[in-house]
């Protein structure tokens, strides 16, 4: 899995879910049927697809009355994906949420192997590759050979984690290119609502040590692989603001 989530979010392997779109208003991303190609489905080598499915308020009393993008999980991980272009010097707020029924028994976002999570927004940035190490320049080569596009030089996600404290930074066990910060931990919160607010500059320096690059692809992935179980969330507008 590591090199599809090193290289995911910039490339893109099948087109888009037919209802699943992310739609511009003014201050915010809304989930709507128009603008079908915003969202990009990326499927992982030898993984089952994850399911994402738009439902409006009158079809999901579940999800809160509000429109909102259904992960159902099971045994499976791919990512939905999206471009985007925000130089570092404009980097602000990042606004989103999501509603997870329940936590994935047996998962740990910091073991390898066992790094499943029913809630992942994932952000990648640009930055200079020759800092890799000798392992990610590896690594960085093997994405341009199988997929003919480089990793992402920074990859960040917010996470719900089943034991980690709030605030916790989880380096990928695979590389440190992508880091993790959890947002929500343990199962308070469950069957509710959750609308975060986040600096990504700030998110960004306390996960890496280092100015943030450019923003250029945000993501979002429901996996459940790894534990083999099934699980399912639902996913609200994504807002970007300066």
């Given at each position: 899995?590591?090199?599809?989530?090193?290289?995911?979010?910039?490339?893109?392997?099948?087109?888009?879910?037919?209802?699943?779109?992310?739609?511009?208003?003014?201050?915010?991303?809304?989930?709507?049927?128009?603008?079908?190609?915003?969202?990009?489905?990326?499927?992982?080598?030898?993984?089952?697809?994850?399911?994402?499915?738009?439902?409006?308020?009158?079809?999901?009393?579940?999800?809160?009355?509000?429109?909102?993008?259904?992960?159902?999980?099971?045994?499976?991980?791919s990512m939905l994906r999206t471009p985007v272009r925000v130089e570092a010097d404009a980097l602000?707020?990042?606004?989103?949420?999501?509603?997870?029924?329940?936590?994935?028994?047996?998962?740990?976002?910091?073991?390898?192997?066992?790094?499943?999570?029913?809630?992942?927004?994932?952000?990648?940035?640009?930055?200079?590759?020759?800092?890799?190490?000798?392992?990610?320049?590896?690594?960085?080569?093997?994405?341009?050979?199988?997929?003919?596009?480089?990793?992402?030089?920074?990859?960040?996600?917010?996470?719900?984690?089943?034991?980690?404290?709030?605030?916790?930074?989880?380096?990928?066990?695979?590389?440190?290119?992508?880091?993790?910060?959890?947002?929500?931990?343990?199962?308070?919160?469950?069957?509710?609502?959750?609308?975060?607010?986040?600096?990504?500059?700030?998110?960004?320096?306390?996960?890496?040590?280092?100015?943030?690059?450019?923003?250029?692809?945000?993501?979002?992935?429901?996996?459940?692989?790894?534990?083999?179980?099934?699980?399912?969330?639902?996913?609200?507008?994504?807002?970007?603001?300066?």
């Open positions: 899995m590591l090199l599809s989530l090193s290289v995911g979010l910039f490339t893109g392997c099948a087109a888009p879910p037919a209802a699943v779109a992310l739609a511009p208003t003014p201050g915010k991303l809304t989930w709507s049927a128009q603008q079908q190609a915003a969202w990009q489905a990326l499927p992982l080598p030898g993984k089952v697809a994850t399911r994402y499915l738009l439902e409006e308020p009158a079809l999901a009393s579940a999800q809160g009355q509000r429109a909102a993008l259904k992960a159902d999980a099971r045994s499976s991980a602000g707020q990042l606004g989103f949420s999501w509603m997870v029924p329940a936590l994935i028994a047996g998962a740990d976002m910091g073991v390898r192997g066992l790094d499943d999570s029913p809630v992942r927004l994932i952000l990648a940035f640009e930055g200079d590759r020759n800092q890799f190490s000798g392992k990610n320049s590896m690594l960085n080569e093997l994405a341009r050979l199988v997929t003919g596009e480089e990793m992402p030089y920074a990859t960040l996600m917010y996470v719900w984690c089943n034991q980690r404290p709030v605030g916790s930074v989880i380096q990928n066990p695979r590389t440190d290119r992508i880091r993790k910060i959890v947002v929500e931990s343990g199962p308070q919160g469950l069957m509710q609502w959750r609308n975060y607010v986040r600096n990504i500059r700030a998110d960004f320096e306390q996960a890496f040590g280092e100015p943030p690059g450019a923003l250029v692809a945000i993501g979002l992935m429901t996996d459940s692989d790894n534990t083999h179980s099934n699980t399912v969330a639902w996913y609200g507008p994504i807002g970007l603001r300066q």
